[in-house]
Nanobody, 120 residues
Framework: QVQLVESGGGLVQAGGSLRLSCAAS????????MGWYRQAPGKQRDLVAT???????KYADSVKGRFTISRDNAKNTVYLQMNSLKPEDTAVYYC??????????????WGQGTQVTVSS
């Protein structure tokens, strides 16, 4: 059973920084893509950033230039460095891992989420 455990959320003032971590219970080489999503109250869960096993990254337009996703394969951990935070970044942030298989198609794994609150 794959487990993803997020950490690093908290309360920060606008303009501040936070770094989220997502530790996987298995080698992250086994995943095609890992990423971060967020969900604000009353809204759908949206993609924030993804990184492939080949280190190709993708960002939502709203976070480009402010957030950076990275991975440490030795630690089986993915990070999200968030700078210049804005109140609209307030949300629960979820770690996601995707494994594409021949027999079962796409498999998605999710962490439990970590709250990020940005005060104005």
């Amino acid at each position: 059973q794959v487990q993803l455990v997020e950490s690093g959320g908290g309360l920060v003032q606008a303009g501040g920084s936070l770094r989220l971590s997502c530790a996987a219970s298995t080698s992250i080489f086994s995943f095609n893509t890992m990423g971060w999503y967020r969900q604000a109250p009353g809204k759908q869960r949206d993609l924030v950033a993804t990184i492939t096993s080949g280190d190709t990254t993708k960002y939502a337009d709203s976070v480009k230039g402010r957030f950076t996703i990275s991975r440490d394969n030795a630690k089986n951990t993915v990070y999200l460095q968030m700078n210049s935070l804005k109140p609209e970044d307030t949300a629960v942030y979820y770690c996601n891992a995707v494994k594409n298989t021949w027999t079962r198609g796409r498999l998605d794994y999710w962490g439990q989420g970590t709250q990020v609150t940005v005060s104005s």
